[in-house]
């Protein structure tokens, strides 16, 4: 029996702020419990207004923010016990993330390439720079662009679509296992948002990723999560099997964000060219 | 007699309703000159369309395909080094029917807010931060309503209760409100004066799904009460499903489609229209959706001919050469594609 790819058990985060005599505590997320099977790829979606606490469910995945209670284990080791840069270097081989808006996760004063040759070399096996073009390249491929067409380029030179297809080439490049997306289409223009939600579908099953999607978008949700998680002040109201779950949800809160969609109730199916 | 009178009614429907905004072959380029470097990004480029009185018109388009451009040239509220390079907008309410643009300042601040008016994306940014919200409402519509007053405050509690806000709202300052709060406040604030004329960029953006459908429905609900035109402008599809009597699909700076919205859902006829609808995911449906190849033009050096032939399935050569122009279609329809029989002449 292997240890799961993620395990999360009981994890809540409580943040507190205000003086030392009136002390007040939020709580963000309480008892969430979830796991991810290794070697069963799958994309397991997160949904949630804003204030549901999805993102620092995200951020204490990727590491960044310590739980306050329970733990997160990634492939059996508690992430809590990282320590050093070493261990945190494959911790970050194996967990890569990618954000909401990609103009906001590359330096706009450095070319795009050199960020990504990088990656390459760190967290890559590129020892030289002529390795780190070829795997660089090849990550590119694998999210429908090249490294001619980006190579030199600026941030602010390519559309939305096409940067954020390179932050999803720049997370493969370290191999992850785990991928963990925090709306990752919300700032994608409508006629390229579902060739990378496609792409998401494509990394699960010809690269075996999993991943962890982010949203409030349940229509994409519904298009690419083999299992989905709603949430609400932090905590989870319903979960389970996406087809399932949206099809009939059970909790009050999730058939209020059901029926929140706008759907154009013109067609029963969608219109083909 | 019952005859005459039925023939009256019909008569009366079949007359198209009254234009209240009217915008012909309108142009609006950002232009910059520095260093003796001419730059010119074409945002607007020759947009002609109306919108009738007592109707929800949509805009739609992806970023950078003008929306935001456009309405900023409607409302006049350009600054350099965007500029107005051809073309009218004319209201109905503009005494003289001439374009907005030859409008004196004057005239502008007569009909501004009384007449034409915004609910904005941002609603933290309409409101300002260091004032309550009451006055707020002073600033902005007093002037119209005769100035403050008992009778002012009742016609604004009035009118906040239409949002389903308490008249508390208004002793309370922009950042204690709710996103949603703030929102329906801006739109009390843009609907107080019964304007003729009110433009709506991304009402709903910035709130959560469950809050937006709530707030749509109020917009909606104000102007069917006040039967002024709304001009809603948003990326989002299912708003437009949700709100809109017509639609128009913008891209590149010029517009490609508009039809009645159940009839540019049912029927679409631009590729591009008809790739937006297809590739929508819904609840329920199961079928692939593809994306589309390629990206948006760039403005600063659009393509020759048809803005959309590079990512398009259809393009021929006459697509590469010639622009199409919007060309009725069926009644209410009109589309600029040559693939599909419109543009002008025939490919």
Redesign the interface.
Known sequence: MTAPLLELTHVSKTFGFGGLLSRRRVPAVADVGFALQAGAPEIFTIVGQSGSGKTTLARMILGMEAPTGGSIHLHGKDLAHIRGTGSRKLFMGVVQPIFQNPFEAFNPLRQLDHYLFLTARRFGDASDQQRARTSTDAALRQVGLSLPEVGGRYPHELSGGQLQRAAIARALLAKPKLIVADEPVSMVDASLRMSIVNLFKTLRDELGISIIYITHDLATAYYISDRIMIMKEGKVVESGDARTVLAAPQHPYSRQLKDAVLVPRFTPHAAVP | MTGAAALAIDAGQAAPAKAVLRVEGLKAYYRTRHFGVNREVRAVDGVTFEVRANEIYGLAG??SAGKSTLIKTIAAAMRPPLEVVGGSVGFSFLTGGTSIHQATSAQLLAIRWRNLSYIMQGSMSVLNPVRRVRRSFEDFAARHMGGRGAAFEAGVVGHLARVRLDASVLDAYPHELSGGMRQRVAIALATICRPDFVIADEPTTAL???V??DV?GMIRDIQREMGSSLLLVT?????H??MTDRLAIMYGGMLVEEAR??DL????QH??T????????????D???????G??PNLAAPPPGCRFHP?C?LAGDRCRRETPAMTVHAPDHRVACFAVGGGGGTA
């Open positions: 992806e970023s959560d799904v469950v937006q459908k749509l990326h989002d599809l299912g708003v499903a949700y919205t159940a859902f049912l029927a679409p590729p591009y008809r790739h937006l609808i297809a590739s929508l995911p819904r609840i329920g449906d079928a692939p959706r593809v994306g589309l190849a990206s948006p990512r399935p």
